[in-house]
């Protein structure tokens, strides 16, 4: 069986500016692909090793859907009104989203959007299944049923509008039911309601819209109805969008910050996945507006810790670049031209004496001077823009460097993050060649969409050229693992090397474990802190609630409305700003340091192992080898960096999976006299039962950190153990059968030329 030959990018560096332009993903693809084919036929004569399977179940992996397709999610997120539908239209060069006449609706749910080949666009709404919306519908039910709840029964009455009998909950007859026909009712209402043709041919199922790029909007528009919207899951958008054919997928997230704890549970989920984030605020709120700079904190400090700043994933984007408004008490440099011009047209309109003819032939110069004052008050416009663009950066990113010195305890400043200030309204007019619109900026260029359009497509193509490395290199191990047998003298080398290895990945993993240990230290007394606090925030959440709202609060296991009742019992754990800085320099300082220290002792036992060979294809291999070293560095890497993502947000969940049966038991509380004092046992219970709650924290951080170090340990072992056999392939040559070695010298002189 012939050994697909592979592609040639060893000479690819970070340093090397143009690597995009040398790397064909679909060659890519079809090399690899080749291979597993190869490796995958019954009867072939390579056996694949334990190892090789792995290396193979991961390729796989990678090649979702029988192709190679990079797919970096960036989340675009700001607080409702920020710009973000605008910002992505200007970004695709049409008209796909829009917020305003379609009611806000559409970023009530995700709304991905991806490239395809070809000139037709494609968008795919999935609703939700029959079990998520009877999970919401009976919060909905119950809340009218039993707290004649009108904002739930609005939202009922839009979803089911034929439906007379919604109108019956919550009145006189309902109330003087016993208890069990009240709930027998409402159960018997609630399955009616899910086998409703307002909804039934839905649920669980989605619906496909197709056109140009322009004609989605318009095609999505009858889903956006309050009628619909509340049943949709998410939406998929594929079209033949520029910058987005690296490989890149843009989401429009809900409103963040509003408030609807649920769409800002959405939004915080996907923003923890996402591969790059862009922080949208409108320009002219972005120092002054309290609530905007909260945000732009909150966020920035979540990147630090998260890793992000250190992977260049973070981008603030200044929408309305192109609203000035008056500013009368601005100067320009225009301001002298605008008075004169504005007294010259005056001077024409005091006239108003002067015989016909005369004013007849006034008219053109008239004309003419209302031009050119139009003209220059656009450039006065202009001019202000772009000065308020210089300021706004310089102060958010003396701002930035301010937060990064607080979260990380650093004395050097950090990069600058970038920041773009762009005018989507202004870049639309100006691609659209509006007639009947004026934009204050005279070229696209100026809007700065076209900078920002470039910065995205780059970080496509530099995550397509990422993954297309390590899936390379995941191929070249899979075909040397599965043409190698070693035997005879070789075997007491190899397991030598291996076990030079693993005592090295013992010292980074025992390393690891004292860093998670500091952690646990510093988060102990913070948790006794939430704990003596724990009691007062119940208390404080009853006080701020009317009876009905704090019964859905409990209903939703603390989250409802703007209030989370889980997040607020552990932000003193959360928002602490000591756990905070040790957080970031345990995982985005000392073990990536530790990390890189290991894989060169490693390097360096590789090279010892191999310093007396002079065979001719030695160096070649080696260097295959040592890259692979690299891509395990930054596979390691990037795996803590995902597993501390999940773990820093562990706190609230726990939380709510300690007091869900609290919860439970509030909410079953029967109607009737002091209903509301009855539900306010949580204040006995927390006083009752905080210990074990919060101890149960501190096991929660415990355990997941242990098995972040598990993950890393596996992987770590899994890998050591395939590069030492590419080692011993290279210290091999003579034993391998002529074919195989042959096949081997091929494929190695394809892959690292």
Known sequence: ????????????????PELTKDVDLENVYHLVSGVVRDLSLPGGSISLPSEAQIEMEKIEKLLV?????????????????????TLLNALLGCSVLSAADMGGACT?????????????????????TRQQWETELRHLVTDVHDANNPDSLGKLANIYPDRQDLKKMGTVEKQEMLPEQSKELESSLIDNLLDDPAVKDKLGNASTVSGTPKDIREKLKPFWGAATWPLIARVNIRGPFPVLSSGIVLADLPGHGDADIVRNKVADQYMQDANTIFLVAPINRAIDDEGVQNYLKKHISQSIIDGRIAEDSVVLVLTQHDVIGSNADTAS?????IEELTNQLKTHKSQKKQPKDSKHSRLPETRKLRASLGIAMCQRQKELAQGRCLAVISALQHKYQ????????ASAPPRPIPIFCVGSSDYLILHDHSPTKTAIFS?????????????????????GVSDAIHLLFLTYQLLNQSSITVEGDDEGSEIRLEKECEQEVASLVQSIEKMFAMIVDESSPLIDAAKQQSLHVFQAVAETHKWNQYLALMRRQGEFGSTNLNALLT??????????RLWHVVFNEDIPRTVLHCMKSIHTAISSSVSN??????????HSIETSVQDLSSTITKGITIQQRQARRIWAPLMKTRLSPQYASVAAITPGRNRFARMKSNESFIEGSAVPIFEALKAGIKGALAECVELVQAELQHRVRVIVRDVTVITADDKCPSFLAKARADKEESILK
């Open 402 to 409: 301010s937060i990064y010195a607080n979260v990380s305890g």
């Open 108 to 128: 009530s749910v995700v709304t991905e959007i991806s490239y395809q080949e070809g000139s037709e666009a494609v968008a795919t709404v999935l609703f939700k």
């Open 443 to 463: 070229s696209k260029s100026e809007t700065g969409i076209p900078a920002l359009y470039t910065h995205t497509m780059h970080i496509g193509e530099r995550q």
């Open 333 to 337: 440099s225009k301001d002298a031209e």
């Open 613 to 622: 060979l002079r065979h001719r294809s030695v160096d070649k291999s080696l």
């Open 65 to 85: 859907g029988g192709a190679y397709r990079p797919n970096h999610k960036v989340a675009v997120v700001g607080r409702t009104g920020s710009g973000k539908s």
């Open 1 to 16: 069986m012939a050994l697909s030959p592979a592609s040639s990018l060893s000479s690819l560096t970070d340093d090397t």
């Open 571 to 580: 932000s003193p754990i959360a928002d602490s700003e000591s756990l905070q």
